[in-house]
């Protein structure tokens, strides 16, 4: 019988292995380097992986020896490596890979905001502008590469998520979709695949538009989605039965929440609805991703996950009403609400 699982470690084993900075880093270093890509035909020696790689040969060899304590590679009696299933999530085509994910955590714009973590909780300020002196998406707006990582991640998120919710809400119709700050277009692509809807709309910033343009053409969805750019705290397409905001208002604090939503109420008609797609946190003690998540958003954005009451309190200020809370078997839930 193994008594190594977590819940029968002490006190003490299970707080140090949660002092895991080190780790986070190691593993980052090997996803920018490409390591896991590397290994995708078959094992490879050590030091023929830091030529490739343009690494100092011992340094390598030491980092990937001790991710193999994790269960990130595999390594045999000669120095050579190999992928293992959770080093399969690294490689860049993997289905599912979290590489975007370990990049950003790894990256200075996203590390360098946690070091002010403890001035956040004195004072409430958002870490991310007082690290990088600029907001978080004036940040990425003016770093192509950043934004490249951030959006990978968030396309990669959102392809986890969207099976669930898409088999579990039904978003079939004969009127238009708007996806609003629809990133790439993973849950557009994901509702039009489904075959509920016959055409959409996807609207994002300029940047992220030209992303979603290649994704959708690779999806052979470009002639049934129309792409606008714009920001939504300016105006929203109007025209759509069905406006979807999927991880857009928890990046926000509550007033510029509400002015998202307002602007979506304005562009919609009476008898439209509207989708929030987030995660709801408990009210009770139950552990959720969605509490952790929290605190990222508070250090990044200066935004928060919020309760199904939260989330009714705000729609309610920008003219809406909370009309129903879909759970999925995903972190994400489905808050649909109506004009009133």
């Not at 919710?165 to 277009?185: A, K, Q, R």
């Not at 709309?201 to 300029?206: A, G, T």
């Not at 208002?249 to 007033?255: G, K, L, P, V």
């Amino acid at each position: 019988m193994n008594h190594s699982g977590p819940l029968l470690q002490s006190p003490a084993t299970r707080l140090r292995n949660l002092l895991s900075y080190n780790t986070t880093q190691m593993i980052y270093v090997a996803a920018k380097l490409g390591i896991a890509d590397l290994l995708a035909d078959g094992p490879r020696h050590a030091d023929d992986l830091a030529k490739a790689v343009g690494a100092h040969p011992r340094s390598l060899y030491r980092l990937l020896r001790a991710l193999t304590h994790f269960g990130v590679f595999a390594e045999d009696e000669q120095r050579c490596f190999r992928l293992t299933p959770i080093a399969e999530l690294l490689r860049t085509d993997a289905p599912g890979s979290l590489r975007a994910f370990a990049l950003s955590y790894g990256e200075d714009w996203w590390w360098a905001p946690w070091g002010r973590l403890l001035e956040t909780v004195r004072t409430g300020t958002t870490a991310f502008d007082r690290a990088m002196d600029q907001s978080f998406f004036d940040y990425l707006d003016a770093h192509p590469q950043a934004a490249a990582i951030f959006n990978a991640n968030m396309t990669a998120m959102t392809e986890r998520d969207v099976p669930e919710v898409v088999d579990t809400y039904d978003f079939s119709g004969p009127g238009l979709l708007v996806d609003v700050g629809g990133g790439h277009g993973a849950l557009v692509s994901a509702v039009l695949q489904a075959g509920g809807r016959a055409s959409a709309i996807l609207f994002d910033l300029p940047a992220v538009i030209d992303g979603a343009r290649a994704q959708l053409a690779a999806a052979g969805l470009a002639e049934r989605c129309t792409l606008i750019a714009g920001s939504f705290f300016d105006s929203i397409p109007a025209g759509g039965d069905t406006y979807t905001l999927k991880d857009v208002i928890h990046d926000w604090d509550d007033a510029r929440a509400v002015a998202i939503l307002r602007n979506c109420r304005r562009a919609m008609s009476a008898d439209a609805k509207l989708l929030l797609i987030e995660r709801v946190l408990p009210v009770d003690g139950e552990p959720a991703i969605g509490k952790i998540v929290d605190v990222t958003m508070m250090v990044l954005t200066g935004g928060m996950e919020r309760t199904e009451a939260e989330y009714g309190a705000l729609l309610q200020q920008a003219g809406f009403k909370l009309q129903r809370l879909i759970f999925t078997h995903s972190t994400a839930s489905v808050l649909e609400a109506v004009p009133v």
